[in-house]
């Protein structure tokens, strides 16, 4: 069975800066991706960021240039480090992962790697509050 725990969320004032980790365990498939979610109360949970077992990372466009995506394989641990925060960043953030998952199947298929029903296993979130 796979678990993520997510950590890291706090208050930040804007232009501030955070470094997510979900801890991931059990994730054994030769083929995976794992990915950042977050959602605001009364909207739809939103595709942040996406990496598969290669590397190969996709971001929504509302966080290119601010927001890394990285992976620890020997730690098995997931990392979203946040720059330059703004105000419309708060909301939990939420691990999920998916497998079997690549990112070139994705591409050649056309398709959003960043959809939520994609994906298995989700953490339970962490918030990020991001004062201007």
């Known amino acids: 069975q796979v678990q993520l725990q997510e950590s890291g969320g706090g208050s930040v004032q804007a232009g501030g800066s955070l470094r997510l980790s979900c801890a991931a365990s059990?994730?054994?498939?030769?083929?995976?991706?794992m990915a950042w979610f977050r959602q605001v109360p009364g909207k739809e949970r939103e595709g942040v960021a996406v990496i598969d077992r290669d590397d190969k990372k996709s971001y929504a466009d509302s966080v290119k240039g601010r927001f890394t995506i990285s992976q620890d394989n020997a730690k098995n641990t997931l990392y979203l480090q946040m720059n330059s925060l703004k105000s419309e960043d708060t909301a939990m953030y939420y691990c999920?992962?998916?497998?079997?998952?690549?990112?070139?199947?994705?591409?050649?298929?056309?398709?959003?790697?960043?959809?939520?029903?994609?994906?298995?296993?989700w953490g339970q979130g962490t918030q990020v509050t991001v004062s201007s």
């Open positions: 059990g994730l054994t498939a030769s083929s995976y991706c």
């Open positions: 999920a992962a998916d497998w079997p998952c690549d990112m070139t199947s994705f591409r050649a298929l056309g398709m959003n790697p960043l959809r939520q029903s994609e994906y298995i296993s």
